[in-house]
């Protein structure tokens, strides 16, 4: 397997296949006058010295110079190949096929090969047809062992422009967005990632002003990696703010992940050959200043020494990781791995398993993202069926576990550049990416929205359409019929909620989760002047319904619809405590199995709801009670219930809750809240909850 000594995130991104000739520029035939001759052969001498380096860094320095040669002397062809290769290798196929064209112009022979790089223009340009031609071209002029060395790379190049031709006939109904000259600039910008509690966007970028102030000339010559965040003001994205220390440091710091409570932010961090992922928690002081804690490695097991953990990403309730490593034994370059939480504890993970050949290639996969019903998993690979450089694809779970075969996400969020690190909104048709290859590219890498307008390209079950509320057709596209309500089997749910004291109307957030996937597939508002919601559920699903407004205590239900349900509806109306010492709520949706105190992981995202509270109120303590009913010993119950209490801030701590803001307490059957004589009241007895003793 090949051996990676890079020591940062985006090092692989832009290695061409092929080294370009080192054809130089001679100085009897540069020459036409004196006039600016002696600079310009400076200037030709030091370009040259960077096009020879090799490195992406390099080529934009050495185009600076090349082109103060090019003024004095725009037609030796020599140069005009250097220029060519350099904005080839930094994709800019305008520039690269200018140059490359006027190269063969004035000298067909101008290189060996030359018809490699105009291949590699026409490609890039999406001219694909006259790509394959240069392509077959040069490949012609192969000896036997040319074509033993290289015929595999250039018959990939042709597969990529056949695949291409084929995406570019079937384009995807999407549009995409560059995010602005105010985000994005003449340097990579890539990685993004959305953090919702806070509406802002992290990513990773290479600009002169990174902490240090450094290149790495070893690798790339480009500037070392830093963490920035930006948000959207009025549908305007915003200049860029730089993290300051511990999230950034002196050598390659890049975004990866948010965790999925939201109160933290994964980092990769390189270093003397090596590479690992950290995770730095956003805490509150005593002054109401919000800190970043420093960065400590996010699971100890996936960071192999001698290997580089590049890309990583959890399932929703933090019990699966999915990362990227290029560790010995696997299938070659980089690949996808993944590990299963088997405790509470940080070393408490599975030893990480190659997730296999179905999804993993020769060539190199990376900037892994795994959609929050934990059954689509995104990534970006060399190999599949990509039209060029990275492409996006998409991979499903199967029942047995093992991935789908993956398929291409499409043109024109696939480009021949290099498309990358996707991140997809939970409503699965919105979402940010990175891309070297859109028309509207600021230079390098970039950082686009996305929004899929046909539901059909993104969504797996026309039911599950109906969850939401049916939304009047954007009018500029052609959206699909909805589907008849009246022919499903729906439960629908209504109410108000509104305060537990005054019953005044709250405008509040209300959270439908599927408790088998824990994923969260519907979120609605309720009216702000009446506090009313309407939420629709098809039978057949077991759902926690969590209800949330600013400054209350979150409240949750759960509603268990068998397959055979036909429609029904229910009036829930909600009332809502505020965050004040002795408010408490039950948590209707933490299960155990009967006479068992581990947590269910149907749990997780009713306890990841109730870490929020922490964000938003940093000295808050809260006692999480565990009550039993009547059956059973009062010795056995109060047992249970304490190592039930337990088990749940032992989740709540392992996900970043202080330990000194939980108590465990178990109550046993001392406090029931119905009739233990009837098996409804049972149930109602047998609860957790939370309760507040300070804030």
């Known amino acids: 397997m090949k051996k990676f000594f890079a020591i940062f995130l985006f090092s692989i991104l832009t290695l061409s296949l092929f080294s370009q000739e080192k054809i130089k520029v001679k100085k009897k035939e540069f020459f036409t006058t004196d006039i600016e001759f002696k600079e310009s052969w400076k200037s030709i001498k030091k370009g040259f010295k960077f096009y020879k380096q090799e490195k992406k860094g390099s080529y934009q320095q050495a185009i600076d110079y090349l082109l103060i040669a090019h003024k004095y002397n725009p037609d030796n062809a020599e140069l005009n190949y250097q220029l060519g290769v350099c904005y080839i290798q930094m994709y800019d196929e305008l520039n690269g096929i200018k140059y490359i064209d006027e190269a063969f112009n004035l000298n067909p022979n101008v290189s060996e090969d030359i018809h490699f790089w105009m291949g590699r ?10 790509a394959i031609d ?3 071209a040069y490949r012609d002029a192969f000896s036997e062992r040319e074509l033993k060395r290289k015929g595999d790379v250039i018959n990939k190049y042709i597969k990529e422009c056949e695949v291409g031709i084929e995406l570019i006939n079937k384009p995807v109904s999407v549009i995409i967005d560059n995010l602005g000259s105010d985000v994005n600039s003449s340097y990579p910008e890539y990685s993004p990632i959305f953090a919702p509690y806070d509406s802002i966007v992290f990513f990773t970028s290479r600009r002169p002003e990174t902490i240090g102030g450094k290149r790495n000339r070893k690798i790339s010559n480009e500037y070392f990696e830093d963490v920035y965040y930006t948000s959207a003001l009025n549908k305007k994205w915003q200049a860029p703010e730089q993290m300051k220390k511990p ?5 390659n710091d890049a975004s990866v992940a948010v965790n999925p409570v939201g109160n933290g932010i994964l980092i990769y961090r390189g270093k003397k050959g090596m590479g690992d992922i950290f995770i730095s928690f ?3 002081k005593n002054n109401g200043e919000q800190v970043w804690t420093k960065p400590k490695q996010v699971i100890k097991r996936i960071n192999k020494k001698n290997s580089r953990e590049s890309s990583l990403t959890f399932n929703s309730d933090s019990t699966v990781v999915f990362f990227v490593s290029n560790r010995k034994k696997g299938y070659g370059g980089k690949d996808i791995y993944m590990s299963m939480r088997r405790g509470n504890s940080n070393n408490g993970w599975t030893k990480p398993a190659n997730i296999g050949g179905d999804v993993n290639t020769i060539y190199d996969e990376e900037a892994v993202f795994l959609l929050n019903n934990d059954s689509i998993l995104y990534f970006s690979s060399r190999g599949h069926n990509t039209m060029g450089g990275f492409d996006l694809f998409r991979s499903y779970k199967l029942p047995d ?5 993956p398929e291409n996400v499409g043109y024109p969020l696939n480009s021949p550049g290099d498309d990358m690190f996707i991140f997809v909104n939970k409503d699965k048709r919105t979402g940010y990416y990175t891309s070297n290859g859109q028309e509207d590219n600021y230079g390098d890498l970039d950082l686009y929205e996305f929004f899929f307008y046909t539901p059909k390209d993104i969504m797996n079950d026309a039911e599950d359409d109906l969850i939401a509320y049916i939304k009047k057709p954007v009018n500029e596209f052609s959206m699909e019929p909805p589907v008849e309500i009246k022919t499903m089997r729906l439960t629908v749910v209504t109410g108000i909620v509104s305060e537990y004291e005054t019953m005044k109307p709250l405008y509040a957030r209300i959270e439908i989760v599927d408790n088998a996937t824990q994923e969260v597939i519907q979120t609605v508002m309720t009216n702000a ?8 559920l098809p039978s057949g699903k077991d759902y926690g319904m969590s209800v949330n407004a600013d400054g209350y205590m979150f409240h949750s239900e759960n509603f268990n619809i068998p397959e055979t349900s036909g429609y029904q509806e229910i009036r829930k109306d909600i009332q809502l405590l505020p965050v004040n010492p002795g408010s408490k709520v039950v948590l209707r949706n933490v299960f155990f199995d009967t006479g068992k105190w581990a947590l269910r992981p149907e749990s997780y995202p009713e306890l990841n709801r109730l870490a929020q509270a922490f964000q938003l109120y940093p000295n808050l ?7 039993t009913d009547s059956q059973g010993s009062d010795a056995s119950n109060l047992t249970l219930s304490q190592n039930r209490a337990q088990s749940v801030v032992d989740y709540l701590v392992s996900i970043g809750v202080p330990q000194t803001h939980l108590i465990a307490k178990g109550y046993g059957e001392t406090q029931p809240v119905a009739d233990n004589g009837t098996p409804e009241g049972r149930q109602l007895n047998r609860r957790v909850e939370a309760k507040i003793i300070s804030n």
């Open 401 to 405: 576990g093992r991935w789908s075969e």
């Open 529 to 536: 002047s009446n506090g009313e919601y309407t939420v629709m």
């Open 121 to 130: 223009a026409y490609h890039l340009n999406c001219k694909f047809d006259d």
């Open 134 to 136: 240069e392509y077959k």
């Open 247 to 251: 999230i950034n440091s002196k050598g």
């Open 282 to 284: 956003k805490r509150t």
């Open 621 to 627: 303590v809260i006692e999480i009670s565990g009550h």
